[in-house]
Every structure is written in C-alpha cells, then in structure tokens.
C-alpha cells in the first residue's frame, strides 16, 4: 500500500512518553518506547507501520529519562522528517496535544507507542479512516480487551460514536487516532486525561468515528508483551 493516494499527505505522530512502571516492575530497564516486542522495540514497529502507508512525516514525543529512545531515534530514522520532542508531560492529554499541534496543516495518523497491532489492520485503519468526512476524528477500535480500565465505545450502523465511557458496550478504544488537517481544540485546561477529551468530542456532537480492527494489543506489562508475540507481532511488512 506504499504511497497509496489515500494517504500521501499523511502525518504520524507516536506519544511515547509514558513512564512504563508496570513494565519496569516486570523486570524492564528499558523506556517504554524500547520495551522489545518480537525482539523489536515499541517505537520500532510504531515506524514501520508509518513506512508501510506512506508517512514519511512524524513526530515523536519521549519523556526525558528516555535518553536510550532517544539515542535509538537518531539511527533508525533517518529516512523519515522527525521530529522529536522531549518533554515529561502531566498527562495522556498534554503529550496528545503537543504532537498534535506539531502535525496541524495536514491530516495525521497518532498512535500511542505501547497500542501494537500486525501492520494489514494499521493499513485497514488508514484507508478506512480517509472514508469518513475529512473534519472528523476517527479512533481505533477494537473487542479485544485487554485493560483495567478500558474506556467503551458504541457505535451506530454508519460508524459514528454516539458513546465513550461509562458501562461495558461493543468496543474498546485502541490507542490510534486519525485527525482532520485542523484539530478540533477544547477549552483551555479542561482535560486531565485524553479519554477526557475524546468524551467531550463526542458528548459535544462533534464528528467522532470509529474503525473497527480485529486485534490491538496494550502493552502495559510482561503478559501483555507475550500476548503480543503469540499473536504474531514480528517484523513488520515493507
């Protein structure tokens, strides 16, 4: 699918700031974004699903203790625009916003660095995604679940999210974001959380969709990583 019009003027961004305690606590010295899955990093794959649709274009946020990410960045992506930005955030949500007012002009692809899937679904997501109408946000769903705290998704027959939160409904979120060249912003200081801010979107009947992707694994522990290899998750397709 490389260079498929659909996703020609794409931007990617990776949020992979996230300090990784749970990982840590299973034996893991590394960053999170360095975590080995199929005995490549996180941040690797996140790569190589963008090579594999196109997106030359990214933009990477690390925490600063991720000096090893960090370092690896400066290798293996010299065949793609990078742009890393190196700042511990308070949360989920000021890490999202930073990327994506990097990637603002274009529309971007954003997935979280520890939201792994084979690259045939990111590819699936991409050319669905550019489906749906160019001012609205569209996130990576899937029924695997896998988290303490999952946050619900329902959908109605035409893909729009008409719920996000509360009780148990047919999807989960996965990790991965598709933006209009223009992002939506909310009011200043209001989100602690992204899942915040992703509610509000579509509590505020704002163009919010969902593409449904038959597996997404969450690497948040030891466990989580060897689901992952027993699923398949190796070298990515290029």
């Known amino acids: 699918m490389t ?15 996230g ?6 606590a299973d034996g893991y010295l590394v960053s999170k974004p360095m975590t080995p899955v199929g005995g490549r990093p996180l941040i690797e794959h996140a790569l190589d699903r963008f090579r594999a ?11 600063e203790e991720s000096d090893d990410c960090r370092c690896w960045l400066t290798g293996y992506g010299k065949d793609l625009d990078l ?7 308070p949360s989920s949500y ?13 529309p971007a692809v954003i997935t979280t660095v520890d939201a792994i899937m084979p690259v045939d679904a990111f590819e699936h997501f991409v050319e669905s995604a550019a489906r749906f109408p160019s001012d609205a946000v569209v996130l990576g769903l899937t029924d695997h679940v896998d988290d303490e705290n999952p ?24 990790g991965l974001y598709r933006l209009p060249a223009q992002t939506i912003v ?14 509000w979107m579509v509590d505020e009947g704002r163009p919010v969709y969902g593409v449904v992707l038959p597996l997404v694994f969450d690497i948040d522990r030891a466990r989580d990583v060897e689901a992952a290899e027993r699923g398949g998750l190796r070298r990515a397709r290029t």
């Open 151 to 174: 946050l619900w998704a329902a959908l109605d027959e035409d893909g729009r999210i008409r719920r996000l939160g509360g009780d148990q409904a047919s999807h989960v979120t996965g």
């Open 53 to 63: 649709v196109g997106v030359r274009q990214a933009t990477v946020i690390v925490n």
């Open 3 to 17: 260079g498929a019009p659909s996703s020609v003027a794409l931007r990617g961004g990776v949020i992979a700031a």
């Open 19 to 24: 300090r990784g305690t749970r990982l840590r």
């Open 83 to 89: 742009d890393v930005i190196v700042r511990t955030t």
């Open 94 to 106: 000021a890490s999202f916003e930073l990327v994506a007012a990097r990637l603002a002009g274009a």
């Open 186 to 199: 909310g009011p200043t200081g209001s989100f602690d959380r992204l899942r915040d801010y992703l509610k």
